[in-house]
């Protein structure tokens, strides 16, 4: 089966950066989409970035200027490099992938998630 592992979430004051890695192991062929969601307390789970296997990103408003997304694709990994931290971004981060196996079969799989809490 697929595993997704994130990695890097943690406390941080406001103004503060972190960058959450997302490593994607199994028996992959490829990777179409990487995606990184996100859900606070109360709140629906939404989609902060996503980045296909052509390097096409894509970013909520939210964290538009902000936050970047990247890929290495020799490493099946995703990042997602959050700058300006604000208290609003306090959430559970998802990674989430759209993938195709060896044995032909395309999957979507989500990560565990990695807390990211913004307080002074």
């Known amino acids: 089966q697929v595993q997704l592992v994130e990695s890097g979430g943690g406390l941080v004051q406001p103004g503060g950066s972190l960058r959450l890695s997302c490593a994607a192991s199994?028996?992959?062929?490829?990777?179409?989409?990487m995606d990184w969601y996100r859900q606070a307390p109360g709140k629906e789970r939404e989609l902060v970035a996503s980045?296909?296997?052509?390097?096409?990103?894509n970013y909520a408003d939210s964290g538009k200027g902000r936050f970047t997304i990247s890929r290495d694709n020799a490493k099946n990994t995703v990042y997602l490099q959050m700058n300006s931290l604000k208290p609003e971004d306090t959430a559970v981060y998802y990674c989430?992938?759209?993938?195709?196996?060896?044995?032909?079969?395309?999957?979507?799989?989500w990560g565990r998630g990695t807390q990211v809490t913004v307080s002074s």
């Open positions: 989430h992938a759209i993938l195709r196996l060896l044995n032909n079969l395309e999957y979507s799989y």
């Open positions: 199994g028996s992959i062929f490829s990777i179409n989409v």
């Open positions: 980045i296909t296997s052509g390097d096409n990103t």
